[in-house]
């Protein structure tokens, strides 16, 4: 009789001789914990040992502009500006406060309307509200590659294209 008392508790109660599997909510939260730490170092360190992830970033980045210089336009019924400094490395949106800048890495060129251009290392895109727009390209190069962010004079629309190597 003792020893079925006994069977009877040990299958009760989880000290007994049964291991149970699983984790505990502390590991569980420690693991998370690194998974999110190295999701946020590992794409740094990829990007910056890549070259061509700067490239296509920023001519991403140019073409998000100017997009959004043209919806602006479109919405608001106003003229909308893309302004891009070649010496500064930097472009800025007409209505925005904040200027993005390009990296050193980079070679940047602009194809833009002469009445556009503000000097010799600037230059500008305009959208109208009718979603037309002055046209142009900005080209950004590291060594052989490059994209070209081109913008349409008649429909205003952006594209990125990739461009030849320079012999």
């Known amino acids: 009789m003792v020893s079925r008392v006994a069977r009877v508790k040990r299958a009760i109660s989880p000290a007994g001789n049964r ?4 984790f505990t909510l502390l590991e569980l939260l420690l693991v998370l914990a690194l998974a999110a730490i190295m999701m946020v170092l590992v794409p ?9 992830t700067q490239l296509k970033s920023a001519a991403r ?8 210089a043209r919806t602006h336009a479109l919405t608001s019924r106003e ?3 893309l302004i891009l400094n070649t010496e500064k490395r930097s ?3 007409s209505g925005r406060e904040r200027s993005y800048s390009i990296p050193d890495s980079l070679d940047i060129s602009m194809l833009t309307a002469q009445s556009e251009t503000e000097g010799e290392h600037s230059g500008a ?6 979603g037309g727009s002055t046209g142009g ?3 950004l190069r590291n060594g052989e590659r490059g994209f070209g962010v081109d913008v ?3 429909t205003g629309k952006v594209r990125i294209l990739d461009l030849e190597p320079e012999n």
């Open 19 to 22: 291991q149970y599997g699983g």
């Open 61 to 68: 980045e140019l073409a998000a502009g100017l997009r959004f």
């Open 125 to 130: 895109i305009r959208f109208f509200p009718d």
């Open 79 to 81: 003229e909308s500006v």
């Open 91 to 93: 472009f800025r949106i």
């Open 137 to 139: 390209r900005i080209s």
């Open 152 to 154: 349409d004079w008649l």
């Open 44 to 52: 740094m360190k990829i990007s910056s040992a890549l070259p061509g």
